[in-house]
């Protein structure tokens, strides 16, 4: 039986003033929050655009929001939703696309578990295919930095999408359809069609362990494809040692703090790897053989930790490697613990969340808004949030919302240079979403 799994980045950090307000309340805030029923009073003053100012302003040169062309000499290694390390490329001239898997348990062939998406002995490890220019977003300055992936999504009706931005770009990447049957009565898959998967990817990445040491939050979304997609929220703290050993904390009532995996060590991708990383479930069959990627981007002199955990199924007696479904799969991201100020993370972000939907938040102070930015105008789509900054955990900021109830889920934001994680649980069921900085 088949079901659509439906149910599932331009890092620019800097303080806004009353024009970057007045932006964006003029292009998001008023459609989602209105559409949410709520009101948001904004201090749109001086001379700025929408300030009031009888004069006319002068014109300016628009500042783009994305490098003016890019190309394959250009990667960007990131993590997707699905579990995967990756390289994406774009030519913005030559208008084509390629995604090459670095690593994965994501089978190639429906109804088998090997060979994944990255084995390069069964085949090339590599999609690819032609881009088009998006032009459903708001503005052309936003249209100008998305693009169409032609042939990436299995779902004709959702495009899958790729947002470039200023050392980091986010959106999708080809999906997959998964079933497999199990063995010896154990790792059955349903079948399962996933029209695209999230990604976030830099330009530029850090991978000496002595300048990515230090205290983190973290959190994020995982699935068990063996366990009938069961989804799995990540709520923690990990403090990363220089050597690569690493702490982590569960945030959960009665959670431990232990060693999850090996010690990171540095990948041939530039990654940082921990083999053998535990999942938040146990292994299905077998012991625990997934492992954990953090892809740490540099963005504007920050650190931006994401990672990924790759999951682990093999159903053959010929092969050498053990028998066993350890393939929990997904996404997360870490900031570091320090706390942020209101105010210093204003602006508008862009990115895909768990439920695989294009998300577009606001920030203005204390008020957020989470929209569809392709249909901005849709009330079902809109959500309108409350930050507190209050920060009993450094750096973690928590949030309400605004038509909830006493029994309404608390959620966490995180942020670092330009890039936010936000968690929540929403009918009993963790959502995660992770967005870009755009303006």
Not at 245 to 254: E, I, L
């Amino acid at each position: 039986m088949e079901r659509e799994a439906m149910q599932q980045h331009a890092a620019l950090r800097r303080p806004f003033d009353n024009r970057g307000v007045t932006r964006i309340a003029q292009r998001w805030l008023p459609r989602a929050l209105l559409a949410a029923g709520t009101v948001l009073a904004l201090a749109a003053c001086g001379g700025g655009e929408g300030g009031g100012s009888s004069s006319a302003a002068p014109a300016s040169t628009v500042v783009r929001l994305c490098p003016a062309t890019v190309n394959y000499s250009t990667p960007y290694l990131g993590g997707t939703g699905s579990g995967e390390l990756v390289k994406v490329q774009i030519d913005t001239k030559q208008m084509t696309w390629a995604v090459t898997f670095l690593d994965s348990s994501v089978p190639r062939t429906t109804g088998t578990v090997q060979p994944t998406r990255s084995d390069t002995t069964s085949g090339s490890n590599m999609m690819s295919g032609t881009l088009t220019q998006e032009t459903g977003l708001p503005t052309d300055k936003l249209n100008q930095c998305a693009f169409r992936l032609n042939g990436a999504s299995l779902d004709p009706a959702r495009p899958a999408r790729l947002f470039l931005g200023e050392g980091v770009m986010g959106g999708t990447i080809p999906g997959a359809r998964i079933q497999f049957n199990g063995v010896a009565g154990a790792g059955a898959v349903p079948d399962t069609t996933f029209p695209y998967f999230q990604f976030i990817g830099f330009s530029q990445i850090e991978s000496d362990l002595t300048k990515v040491a230090g205290n983190y939050n973290g959190s994020g979304f995982h699935e068990v494809p063996s366990k009938g997609f069961q989804w799995v929220g990540q709520d923690y703290r990990m403090a990363l040692a220089a050597d690569g050993s690493f702490t982590v904390c569960d945030n959960a009532m009665g959670g431990t703090c232990r060693q999850k995996g090996n010690k990171f060590t540095v990948h041939a991708s530039g990654a940082l790897l921990s083999t053998n990383y535990e999942g938040e479930l146990p292994p299905t069959l077998g012991g625990t053989q997934g492992h954990a990627y953090l892809i740490v981007g540099k963005l504007r002199g920050a650190l931006v930790p994401v990672m990924i955990r790759v999951g682990y199924a093999n159903s053959s007696f010929t092969n050498l490697q053990p028998i066993g479904a350890d393939d929990e799969i997904g996404i997360g991201m870490m900031a570091p613990a320090v706390s942020t100020t209101q105010g210093a993370v204003n602006g508008e972000y862009i990115g895909v969340d768990s439920d695989f939907e294009y998300r577009t938040t606001a920030l203005v102070g204390q008020d957020a808004a989470m929209l569809d930015p392709f249909r901005a105008s849709d009330a079902t789509r809109a959500i309108a949030l409350k930050l507190d900054y209050s920060q009993t955990m450094p750096g973690v900021v928590t949030t309400l919302r605004k038509d909830g109830t006493a029994t309404t889920p608390v959620g966490k934001f995180m942020f670092t240079g330009g890039v936010f994680g936000c968690l929540e649980t929403r009918s009993g069921s963790p959502y995660f979403t992770i967005g870009a900085f755009v303006e």
